[in-house]
């Protein structure tokens, strides 16, 4: 048995086209006929049967042989009568695949070798045909499920001998509403290499100081941390009830690191003689841990994370992660957070590349991107379209070891701005999402206009965001807690660079436009 595919050659515009010739014994002699153009099912599988080609030529897939082989396909105005390779007739399961753009840019990213996700149509969108529905869904091996949003993991071991088959089989299915890879993503990591440019986390600079005047802290807003976990930290304040993904591991199990890192950033306790003071002193962080044992993370358990923290209290949710792909799950899991109130804030990436990933591009997340002294985008920061605002990517924070480090990367970026989100629900805690958003950017160096796709709305001021909500409330905000300024974070001081013996920083992973990862490393 052997698996060939056959293509068509069109040098003028460089369209490919694929007939698919699936498992076949190679003594198989007897052809039948085909009617052109016409909707035939082999074996479950819808085939479209085209009669356009002019002659083929056939090469076998990687694996399978190492030799070419060559042939012709015989047809006439109506028919495809016969398919002929070195004398011998084919005419086993033939499918016609035409080249599909977006099942390229979904092949080449990273995903699960053998793990697909399909949402099946619902009964009320195939009147008539709810049984077939049912045997559908029956037939596939599914090993997960995304609650609310319907959509199973399937295990489909054909995935790694032809994907783009395996993708337009389903495409082509009357039943199913989308299907795609199961795409892995990483948390977005800095370079840790001598040039990357060290920074300062000025927090007299982001308004963060005077900020503090005014509230600095607020735990009845939850915030959410959809990353590797988040590890119980003496500086960091109790942690709301969180989530696992993955089935066995507690959402405190941060065996990356990451997930801490981020923590202190946004919620370290300030004012407390001990480490450093995160943006919002007194925060109320839900650990959602979305990656495996092995560390690592589908855009499925991405979406279940979403999801679990908006239908479990979340009014914030920051990821720090992101994907060059784009994924209907993962964007659909993100409207069903923001529909539900959520204000939601990604990482832009940290590649120096003018396309902001996924999920910071969607357009209900404020994209968070960094720079380097307020006014000009720092180098690794990812910019484009959508961008929202931007701030320092260096951060004295905690990590899961128990100690602290310098963080670096637009995955510390993210959370500075969510946490200023939730010091703005100190302020007003009816806010909506969109007016929070409002906020920050009216808040930000634009003063509310978009200056332009480098750093979006401009350089945050956490201080004139929260005046601005003050004064739409009328008057002053409570003081969560006394607002001396933290000692161990002196402004504008720069940041020490100890790093953490028991947590050390993660290899930084491909580039965000080839593949995937995550948004920052302790250094």
Known sequence: MVLLAVSPVFPADGQEDYLLLEEYDTDIVEAEEYEAGSTTIYDDTIADIDNDFPEIFYQLEEGAASENMSGELNYDEAYITDIEIDGEFIDEEIEYIPYDAENAIQLAGGHVSDEIIIKFKGPGQVPGKEKQLQKEIEKVEKIGFVENL??????????????????????????????EPNYTLDLLVAPNDPGFPSQKLTLTMIGAVDGWGIINGNSGAVIAIVDSGVAVHPDLPPLVQGYSAVAGLSPNNDKLGHGTNVAGTLGAIGNNSRGGAGINWNSSIMPVKIDDANGTITV????????????????????????????????????????????????????????????????????????????????????????????????????????????????????????????????????????LYDLIRRGASGNGSYLNDEIGYGFI???????????????????ATPTATPTATPAPTAIPTATPSATPAPTAPPPCTGSRRLAGSAR
């Open 150 to 179: 319907g959509a199973y993991v399937i295990k489909t071991d054909d995935l790694n001998k032809n994907p783009n088959a395996v993708l337009n089989r389903f495409k082509n299915n009357a039943f199913v509403e989308y299907v």
């Open 300 to 435: 499925a358990n991405v979406s279940k994370g979403i999801i679990w923290a908006a239908d479990n209290g979340a009014r914030v949710i920051n990821l720090s992660l992101g994907y060059a792909t784009d994924s209907i799950t993962l964007k659909n899991a993100v409207d069903y957070a923001y529909n539900k109130g959520c204000a939601i804030f990604a990482a832009t990436g940290n590649e120096s590349k003018n396309a902001l990933c996924y999920p910071a591009r969607y357009p209900n997340v404020m994209a968070v991107g960094a720079t380097s002294d307020g006014v000009r985008r720092l180098n690794i920061s990812n910019y484009g379209a959508g961008m929202g605002v931007v701030t320092f990517a260096s951060y004295y924070t905690t990590t899961a070891a128990g100690g602290y480090a310098t963080a670096g990367g637009t995955s510390f970026a993210s959370p500075q701005v969510a946490s200023l989100a939730s010091l703005l629900l100190g302020v007003n805690p009816g806010l909506s999402n969109e007016a």
């Open 461 to 479: 001021n956490i201080a004139k965001s929260l005046q601005l909500a003050q004064a739409a409330t009328g008057g002053p905000a409570p003081t």
